[in-house]
T-cell receptor, first 110, second 110 residues
Framework: AQRVTQPEKLLSVFKGAPVELKCNYS??????LFWYVQYSRQRLQLLLR??SRESIKGFTADLNKGETSFHLKKPFAQEEDSAMYYC????????????FGGGTRLMVKP | DAGITQSPRHKVTETGTPVTLRCHQT?????MYWYRQDPGHGLRLIHY???????DKGEVSDGYSVSRSKTEDFLLTLESATSSQTSVYFC?????????FGPGTRLTVT
């Protein structure tokens, strides 16, 4: 079975502070990991996927297979980063299905 | 945004009534999904489709049925709505590289 855990439901930081949103997963094979972001009452948007190794809006995430983690980081948080963040895993399934974590709400205070 | 629309966007219904939510895509993607979003649970897969008339159950399928008679439309039906089905419902489509989400339907069962 595959599982994604985001241990923090809420993360509150001040503008300009570093941010790290944690994501841990369990999966027996080689997963593909994603971060999705949802701004207030909007649809989910893809932020990052580990295979592309991009930096989007200043965010980065590295897949650590040893620790089974895919933490999302940003060195200097901005107020517009306030949103819900979801970590998701895609295993080797025929339906191309994603398993989501419970989400972390990031609040960036001025 | 990928060409995904959901209707209705908001609905209030009474316990025991049938409800159908519609997802429509203009991308001609093979895979379509229905999720529900609840605080603390993230997104959970209800049903998915891998082609016309081909559907399968997800993690939380009890009380829900789906149909896909055309590539572009994926319907989610609550045969007899219950208060526990009050949620935000998201449709998603996939081209096998990643999933794209619709704007969501907020359903309240009173």
């Amino acid at each position: 079975a595959q599982r994604v855990t985001q241990p923090e439901k809420l993360l509150s930081v001040f503008k300009g502070a570093p941010v790290e949103l944690k994501c841990n997963y369990s999966y027996s094979g080689s997963p593909e990991l994603f971060w999705y972001v949802q701004y207030s009452r909007q649809r989910l948007q893809l932020l990052l996927r580990h295979i592309s190794r991009e930096s989007i809006k200043g965010f980065t995430a590295d897949l650590n297979k040893g620790e089974t983690s895919f933490h999302l980081k940003k060195p200097f948080a901005q107020e517009e980063d306030s949103a819900m963040y979801y970590c998701a895993l895609r295993g080797n399934n025929a339906g191309n299905m994603l398993t989501f974590g419970g989400g972390t709400r990031l609040m960036v205070k001025p | 945004d990928a060409g995904i629309t959901q209707s209705p966007r908001h609905k209030v219904t009474e316990t025991g009534t049938p409800v159908t939510l519609r997802c429509h895509q203009t991308e001609n993607h093979r895979y379509m999904y229905w999720y529900r979003q609840d605080p603390g649970h993230g997104l959970r897969l209800i049903h998915y489709s891998y082609g016309v008339k081909d559907t399968d159950k997800g993690e939380v399928s009890d009380g829900y049925s789906v149909s896909r008679s055309k590539t572009e439309d994926f319907l989610l039906t609550l045969e007899s709505a219950t208060s526990s089905q009050t949620s935000v419902y998201f449709c998603a489509i996939s081209d096998l590289s990643m999933q794209y989400f619709g704007p969501g339907t907020r359903l309240t069962v009173t």
